[in-house]
């Protein structure tokens, strides 16, 4: 499994990095994680036909994690025609969600065939699902109250990558992280006490808890950038590629 980040930043440009978008390649199976608005680009930017992508998985439905999806239907709609479904995997309003935004942001131009070939599914909590030859298990993490946001462990290949999504600590990532080979976790903040994003130090205290076989942080804001020198856990930069 390779792991390509494609962006590691927050919602608000932290220090010039991307939005949430991770490329995943295992197997035969070409996905990403997440799908901000820079992710279309960043994948260009790596060089990779966005029409190889079998699947995208979302996390949740904020802006910073989604809000990509449209410049991937306009891009598929225009420049470069795909003939099988592009599978989109998310929380309960995934669909509806993606094709307002589509509409939305492409008007008239979105309404003809409207998005190219997609097959939408819905993940629900502690349910594992196959998509695309891809094992997702999506569980509830907290970041939002009314909607669902969730964690996601995904194999493919013979490997696992457990992916938090935004989230506060969990439990839940104790249990999660055994027999995960690479535990991709948001850390948005340092020190701050948040109940909807990590912090560093929260992190810290419980690692020894982890059982997963190697950590990144990543959706790295301006609190955790501040202090670099004081982490001595992997940090994601933007184009980093990472064997699993
Ligand atoms: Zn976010
Ligand atoms: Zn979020």
Request: glycine share 10%; aromatic share 10%; hydrophobic share 40%.
């Amino acid at each position: 499994m390779k792991l390509t980040i494609l962006g590691c930043g927050d919602a608000f440009g932290s220090g010039g990095r991307n939005n949430s978008g991770y490329l995943v390649e295992a197997g035969d199976r070409v996905f990403l994680l997440d799908c901000g608005p820079t992710t279309l680009l960043a994948l260009k930017r790596a060089g990779y036909d966005p029409g190889r992508l079998d699947a995208v998985f979302l996390s949740h439905l904020h802006g910073d994690h989604a809000a990509g999806l449209p410049f991937f239907f306009t891009d598929y709609l225009h420049e470069h025609p795909r003939a099988r479904p592009l599978h989109v995997g998310g929380p309960a309003g995934t669909e509806e969600r993606v094709r307002g935004m589509f509409r939305w942001m492409f008007g008239e131009r979105a309404e003809p065939r409207d998005p190219p070939p997609t097959e939408f599914h819905e993940f629900a909590p502690g349910r594992d699902a196959t998509i695309a030859g891809i094992h997702a298990s999506p569980f509830r993490v907290p970041h939002q109250t009314r909607d669902v946001s969730l964690g996601l462990s995904v194999s493919c290949g013979g490997r696992t990558l457990l992916f938090s999504g935004d989230s506060a600590w969990t439990e839940e990532f104790v249990a999660r992280s055994r027999g995960a080979d690479l535990f991709l976790c948001e850390c948005c903040f340092y020190d701050r006490d948040s109940a909807v994003h990590m912090n560093y130090l929260t992190l810290r205290k419980n690692l020894p808890r982890l059982e997963c076989k190697k950590i990144l942080l990543t959706h790295l804001g301006e609190e955790m950038l501040a202090r670099k020198a004081d982490i001595d856990l992997p940090l994601a930069e933007d184009g980093m590629v990472v064997e699993i």
